[in-house]
């Protein structure tokens, strides 16, 4: 059974940074695609950061670019978002996703990990 589990989140203060962990089970990825989202109440799904597992190729949200820094650790079947200089508009749940190159849809999903930025 294939398990994306997510864990890091928590609270910090506006300029603080966390560190979120998706840790893989049941297969590795390579050729895929691996990608933090985020989501608040009453908003859509809005997309953070991804990674091609394969080469650790990254691309980012303009509203992230240059706070935060998405990895991946083959060895360890994880990927992390590394995320500095957090801000109050940051807070929302963070979901972590799989899928395959070249295929627009996500195949596996994590349970979520909550982000809360205070002022």
């Known amino acids: 059974q294939v398990q994306l589990l997510e864990s890091g989140g928590g609270l910090v203060q506006a300029g603080g940074s966390l560190r979120l962990s998706c840790a893989a089970s049941?297969?590795?990825?390579?050729?895929?695609?691996m990608t933090w989202f985020r989501q608040v109440p009453g908003k859509g799904r809005q997309f953070v950061a991804r990674i091609n597992w394969n080469d650790g190729s990254a691309y980012y949200a303009d509203s992230v670019k240059g706070r935060f820094t998405i990895s991946r650790d083959n060895a360890k079947n994880t990927v992390s978002l590394q995320m500095n200089s957090l801000k109050p508009e940051d807070t929302a749940v963070y979901y972590c996703?799989?899928?395959?190159?070249?295929?627009?849809?996500?195949?596996?999903w994590g349970q979520g990990t909550q982000v809360t930025v205070s002022s």
């Open positions: 996703a799989a899928r395959n190159n070249g295929v627009a849809q996500y195949d596996y």
């Open positions: 049941g297969r590795t990825f390579s050729g895929n695609t």
